[in-house]
């Protein structure tokens, strides 16, 4: 297991303005993304008001979107270098008691 929120002191200045190049186009894989999860957000609505129980397809979907989210998260934020893929990756997210 890998923690993604990690402190680094290193930083590499040509990375920075990759960075920026590299966040428009994660930015746009990101909002498509989440404009198809949201639509899903809206049917999954629908399908628990009308049948109460929900659909795994479509929870599986947003939940997919949401780990594509933090997987990118980290760098978009300037916490490391390591560039995440440009196509989403199933990053599994625990809570910590």
């Known amino acids: 297991m890998t923690q993604?929120?990690?402190y680094e002191k290193e930083a590499g200045r040509i990375e920075l303005f990759i960075r920026i190049i590299y966040s428009i186009i994660l930015s746009i894989v990101l909002s498509i993304y989440g404009f198809i999860a949201g639509i899903c957000l809206l049917i999954q609505f629908f399908v628990v008001l009308i049948l109460g129980?929900?659909?795994m397809g479509l929870s599986d979907f947003v939940k997919g979107y949401l780990e594509y989210y933090v997987h990118?998260?980290?760098?978009?934020?300037?916490?490391?270098d390591t560039r995440p893929g440009i196509l989403p990756?199933?990053?599994t997210i625990y809570e910590e008691e």
């Open 53 to 55: 129980r929900r659909s």
């Open 4 to 6: 993604l929120f990690v």
């Open 89 to 91: 990756k199933s990053v």
């Open 72 to 80: 990118i998260l980290p760098y978009t934020s300037f916490m490391t």
